[in-house]
């Protein structure tokens, strides 16, 4: 439940920030979900092509998104893990790419579901408690990073 919690807080954080005309509907939509008695953690919404091609993600955001990235590829090279330091990193680029939300209609909606989960992901991270567990969260770490770069550009 508090995870639900937290989801629809940055949930309303990014869409207040983002000024996204469609923040009603995708309010209510959590709204809904906070309501509904199982979890959705697993069942996060499908993310669509843009008519066969990756969405164009704004210049001012993907340059945070990338730095997360390289973050990521770094990391997983480096002998020494220090999986807080990586996830503090994580954190202050997921809020840097939060203010600088400028993408309005269907891309903006289709990087909401990427986005929700990432940052779910890294807070993961930054709760775990052994290597053993971040290593796990890291790895979905990286596999969203390839889900990124599948529908987003």
Same mark, same amino acid.
């Given at each position: ?33 906070? $309501?509904?008695?199982? $979890? ?23 340059? $945070? ?42 891309? $903006? ?45």
């Amino acid at each position: 439940m508090n995870k639900l919690i937290l989801t629809f807080a940055v949930g309303s954080l990014l869409l207040y920030s983002c000024g996204n005309s469609s923040n009603e509907k995708l309010n209510n939509q959590t709204e809904v979900a906070e $309501h509904n008695d199982h $979890h959705h953690d697993d069942e996060s919404e499908a993310i669509e092509l843009n008519n066969g091609e990756k969405w164009q993600v704004d210049a001012n955001m993907i340059t $945070h998104i990338r730095n997360m990235e390289n973050d990521v590829v770094s990391y997983a090279k480096v002998e020494q893990k220090d999986y807080k330091s990586l996830s503090e990193k994580l954190q202050s680029n997921i809020d840097l790419l939060i203010s600088n939300c400028t993408m309005k209609g269907k891309a $903006h909606d289709e990087l909401h579901k990427w986005l929700l989960p990432y940052i779910d992901l890294v807070k993961e991270l930054s709760e775990a408690k052994d290597e053993t567990e971040a290593s796990k969260h890291f790895e979905n770490i990286q596999i969203s990073f390839t889900t990124f770069n599948q529908y987003f550009q």
